[in-house]
């Protein structure tokens, strides 16, 4: 799935979520290569409603939202929550 981000540098989150909810494969495009590519790692096979909870709500400096808080809301997408 590909999620437009809105709110942050980076433009979109590519990710898969397995038949058992299960996080695979986070791509962000553009974004703080180092942060976004941590995240990434750090989430893989991780259940969906794990990854929401542990990252909803993250901001960045004064911004509102994040890289992190805009998977969570693209893992909500995908999860019809």
Request: some cysteine; hydrophobic content about 30%; glycine content about 10%.
């Amino acid at each position: 799935m590909t999620y437009k981000t809105k709110g942050v540098c980076s433009q979109a989150i590519h990710f898969e979520v397995d038949e058992n909810q299960k996080v695979h494969n986070v791509h962000f495009i553009g974004g703080c290569d180092g942060n976004t590519k941590g995240i990434a790692s750090l989430v893989e096979g991780m259940d969906a409603d794990e990854v929401i909870q542990r990252l909803e709500g993250i901001q960045c400096g004064f911004k509102s939202t994040s890289c992190p808080d805009q998977l969570s809301k693209a893992l909500k997408q995908a999860l019809n929550k």
